[in-house]
C-alpha cells in the first residue's frame, strides 16, 4: 500500500501496488465489509486517478 484516506471514515480508499501495476481498493465498513478493487493499471495513470479521487472528481 503507498498511501490511504483517513481511516476514521466509513469508507477507506488505499492506493496499492502489485505486479508493476498499481489499483485503488475501496473498503466500506458497516454491517457488511465490503471490499471492492479497480483495474490494475500504470503507476503515472493511477496516479492521476487517485488525486481526483482525493479531490471529488472520481468516484
Same mark, same amino acid.
Request: proline fraction near 0%; glycine fraction near 6%.
Given at each position: 500500500m503507498h498511501r490511504h484516506t483517513c481511516e476514521c471514515k466509513a469508507t477507506i480508499y488505499e492506493l496499492c501496488s502489485a505486479g508493476g501495476l498499481m489499483f485503488i481498493r475501496r473498503t466500506k465498513r458497516g454491517v457488511k465489509v465490503?471490499? /471492492? *478493487?479497480? *483495474? /490494475?493499471?500504470v503507476s503515472a495513470r493511477m496516479r492521476l486517478l487517485w488525486?481526483?479521487?482525493l479531490s471529488?472528481?472520481?468516484?
Open positions: 465490503e471490499v /471492492r *478493487e479497480s *483495474e /490494475r493499471l488525486l481526483r479521487l471529488g472528481e472520481a468516484h
